[in-house]
């Protein structure tokens, strides 16, 4: 089965200037996750979508960061305007739902650098 | 206090080393604990997963779940230098899917 997949891989940008990451979970998996993993921390829930629909995002910076996932597939999350502390990696992740016994599998994450 | 507290490390043995990694939580309603490794520039990648408290063995990695505690272990036995990466433990509660996640170790096997 192909794995998340996550575009781009590495993103260099000034502060005040947005950015947009996407994201392609497996095949049939409804719920998918973005993790925000700063250097040297394990990542941090910003957002869970359960098919299009918002289960959590009470992590998420809502002045500057948005999620979507329209028709219950792919996802983009956008910051606009990025802040140096925005340097992270950012992870996705989908499962096949939200209970305790199903589990994540991680794409390979878009490290993102504010300069 | 963070939920979840896990030594950073980080960790250096020679190889065929027995490792321990541990974490620490606050929260007792977590009740699924799992072990996540991560290799650099990838994405975490599930190891073990064990439900409430006990043992769980699979090849030469045995978690181990002690919620009396708040207490979790991963040990590797007959460590080798491709199991150099970040471990990460993380864990959630009974309802939802929300990971909580420390902050990961830095092991690194030498040959």
């Known amino acids: 089965e192909a794995g998340v997949a996550q575009s781009p891989r590495y993103k260099i940008i000034e502060k005040r200037q947005s950015v947009a990451f996407w994201c392609n979970p497996i095949s049939g998996h409804a719920t998918l996750y973005w993790y925000q993993q700063i250097l040297g921390q394990g990542p941090k829930l910003l957002i869970q979508?359960?098919?299009?629909?918002?289960?959590?995002d009470s992590q998420l910076p809502k002045d500057r960061f948005s999620a979507e996932r329209l028709k219950g597939v792919d996802s983009t999350l956008k910051i606009q305007p990025a802040k140096l502390e925005d340097s992270a990696v950012y992870l996705c992740?989908?499962?096949?739902?939200?209970?305790?016994?199903?589990?994540?599998?991680f794409g390979s994450g878009t490290r993102l650098t504010v300069v | 206090q963070k939920e979840v507290e896990q030594d950073p490390g980080p960790l250096s043995v020679p190889e065929g080393a027995i490792v321990s990694l541990n974490c620490t939580y606050s929260n007792s309603a977590f009740q699924y604990f799992m072990w996540y490794r991560q290799y650099s520039r990838k994405g975490p990648e599930l190891l073990m997963y064990t439900y409430s408290s006990g043992n769980k063995e699979d090849g030469r990695f045995t978690a181990q779940v002690d919620k009396s505690s708040k207490y979790i272990s991963l040990f590797i036995r007959d460590s080798q230098p491709s199991d150099s990466a970040t471990y990460l433990c993380?864990?959630?509660?009974?309802?939802?899917?929300?990971?909580?996640f420390g902050q990961g170790t830095e092991l690194s096997v030498k040959p």
């Open positions: 993380a864990m959630r509660r009974n309802q939802g899917g929300k990971l909580i």
């Open positions: 979508f359960q098919n299009n629909g918002v289960v959590d």
């Open positions: 992740a989908s499962s096949l739902g939200a209970g305790a016994n199903y589990g994540y599998t």
